[in-house]
C-alpha cells in the first residue's frame, strides 16, 4: 500500500461541537376583575396542558398574587402560547393578559 494519499481521503480533525441551550423565558397570568376562574383553568388545560390540579393552583396565585407563572419555555413556545391566550381570551370577550419574561 502506498504511504502517499491523496487529496481526497484528508479528514479534518473530529471538533466537538458545544449544543447551547436556548435562553428561557417565564409565561405569566395576569389577575383582573372580569376573567372567570373556571375560564383560566380551561386555558391552562387547553395551552399548557396542565391537569386539572395544577391548573386550579395557578389560578388561585394568579387571583390572590396577582399574577401567575404558568411555565418556562423557549422565546418562541413562550410566544405562541401568549398568543394562544390572548386568542382565547378575545374570542370569549375577557380581558385575560398574559406576559412573557426572561428567566
Not at 449544543?19 to 375560564?39: A, C, G, I, S
Request: with cysteine.
Amino acid at each position: 500500500m502506498s504511504k502517499r494519499m491523496s487529496l481526497g481521503t484528508l479528514l479534518k480533525p473530529k471538533q466537538e461541537q458545544k449544543l447551547q441551550e436556548p435562553d428561557q423565558y417565564r409565561v405569566v397570568l395576569l389577575n383582573d376583575d372580569y376573567t372567570t376562574m373556571d375560564f383560566v383553568v380551561a386555558v391552562l388545560m387547553m395551552v399548557f396542558h396542565k391537569d386539572e390540579m395544577e391548573a386550579q393552583k395557578i389560578m388561585l396565585d394568579v387571583h390572590k398574587k396577582g399574577r401567575g407563572v404558568v411555565g418556562m419555555y423557549p422565546w418562541d413556545i413562550a410566544t405562541t402560547k401568549a398568543e394562544q391566550v390572548h386568542s382565547l381570551a378575545r374570542q370569549a370577550e375577557f380581558p385575560l393578559r398574559c406576559i412573557v419574561e426572561k428567566a
